[in-house]
C-alpha cells in the first residue's frame, strides 16, 4: 500500500482492525447480533452530538455546551411530562429550548466577539444549573409517555430504530454541507472568516444559525437518550462531549483536507463507539477507558497537524 493510500484509508484501516481484534478477543459476545443492535443504539446519540459539534468546528469554532444542553432538554421534557403535558407539547418546548441556548452561544461568539471556548463553557454551565435546579438532583422517570419511549426503542425489520436516527440527522447535515449554499458559506468562513468577511457573507447570521442548530441537534440527542433510558439525570449528557469531539478529531484524519465532515466524523464515532464496546466486553476498566479517549483526541489532533504541514 503507498503512502498516499494510507493517508486517505488509515482510519478506516484501523476501524476494521478494532473489529477484528475484538471479534477474536470476544467472538461470543462482540460480534454477536445483539450486540450489533445494541452497538447501534450507543452510538445514535453520540453521533448527533457528534454531528453537531461537527457543523460548529466547520466554522473554526467549539461548542462546549453540547452536553449540558443535551441534559436540560431532557429533564425539561419530563419535568413537563409529571406536570401532565404530552409529548407533541413537551418534546417540541425541549429542542426550543437547546435551539435558543445555541443561538445564545452563537450571539456571543458572532456579536460580542467573545472566544467559543469561554462563551460555550459559561453558558453551558448556566443550562447546567437549570437542569439541576428542575430536577431538583434527582433523576425523573415518573409519567412518562409511551409514544416518548418509541422515538428510540424497537426496531424496524430488526434495525434498531435509533439507527435511522443516525440516518436521517447525519444524512440531512451531510447534504446540508456539500450541496447548499449555506453549507459553502460555513465551509468558507472556517476556512478564512477575514476573506468571508470581505467577500460580503453574512458571517454573524451563519455563525448564529450554526450554534443554533448545534444546540437543537444536542438537545434532540438528550431526548433520544432520555426516551430510550426511560429515565433522566441532570448531568445525563455531560459525557458525551469528550466522545464527540474525540469522533470529530478522528473523522479529520480521514479527510483528504483535514476539515471536519459528516461521514468522517461517522467513521470517528463508530471507532469510538466500537472502542468503547469492546474494552467494556473484554473487562477494561472504566478508568482506563477515559485514558484511551483522551489518547486518541491527542494522536488524532497530533495526525491532523502533520497532515496540515505537508
Known amino acids: 500500500m503507498t503512502r498516499t493510500n494510507l493517508n486517505r484509508f ?46 460548529v468546528m466547520t466554522i473554526s469554532e467549539f461548542d462546549l455546551s453540547v452536553g449540558f444542553s443535551a441534559s436540560l432538554a431532557a429533564v425539561i421534557c419530563f419535568v413537563l411530562f409529571g406536570q401532565g403535558y404530552d409529548v407533541w407539547l413537551a418534546v417540541p418546548a425541549a429542542l426550543l429550548v437547546g435551539i435558543v ?17 469561554v462563551a460555550t463553557l459559561a453558558l453551558g454551565t448556566i443550562l447546567s444549573g437549570f437542569a439541576f435546579g428542575l430536577s431538583g438532583g434527582q433523576s425523573l422517570f415518573q409519567s412518562v409517555p409511551d409514544g416518548f419511549k418509541s422515538l ?19 444524512g440531512v447535515a451531510a447534504f446540508v454541507l456539500t450541496q447548499t449554499e449555506f453549507g459553502r458559506r460555513l465551509r468558507a468562513i472556517g476556512g478564512n472568516a477575514q476573506a468571508a468577511r470581505l467577500a460580503g457573507l453574512p458571517i454573524v447570521r451563519d455563525v448564529i444559525v450554526t450554534f443554533a442548530v448545534a444546540g437543537g441537534l444536542s438537545a434532540l440527542a438528550g431526548l433520544l437518550l432520555a426516551s430510550r433510558l426511560g429515565s433522566v439525570q441532570h448531568t445525563m449528557g455531560e459525557p458525551l462531549l469528550l466522545p464527540a469531539y474525540a469522533a470529530v478529531f478522528i473523522g479529520t484524519t480521514a479527510s483528504p483536507t483535514g476539515a471536519p465532515t459528516v461521514a468522517g466524523t461517522l467513521l ?3 471507532i469510538t463507539g466500537v472502542m468503547v464496546n469492546g474494552m467494556t466486553i473484554v473487562g477494561v476498566e472504566p478508568f482506563v477507558q477515559k485514558i484511551m479517549t483522551g489518547v ?10 502533520v497532515g496540515r504541514a505537508k
Not at 460480534?31 to 461537527?54: C, D, G, K, R
Not at 486518541?296 to 497537524?305: P, S, W, Y
Open 10 to 55: 488509515g482510519t478506516l484501516i484501523a476501524f476494521v482492525l478494532l473489529c477484528v481484534g475484538f471479534s477474536i478477543a470476544a467472538p461470543a459476545a462482540f460480534a454477536s447480533p445483539a450486540n450489533v443492535f445494541n452497538l447501534v443504539q450507543q452510538m445514535a446519540t453520540l453521533a448527533i452530538v457528534a454531528t453537531a459539534a461537527t457543523l
Open 101 to 117: 441556548g445555541g443561538a445564545a452561544n452563537g450571539v456571543l461568539v458572532a456579536r460580542f466577539g467573545i472566544p467559543s471556548f
Open 152 to 170: 428510540a426503542r424497537g426496531d424496524v425489520f430488526g434495525i434498531p430504530v435509533l439507527g435511522f436516527w443516525i440516518v436521517a440527522v447525519l
Open 268 to 270: 470517528g464515532v463508530a
Open 296 to 305: 486518541i483526541i491527542l494522536v488524532a489532533v497530533l495526525l491532523r497537524r
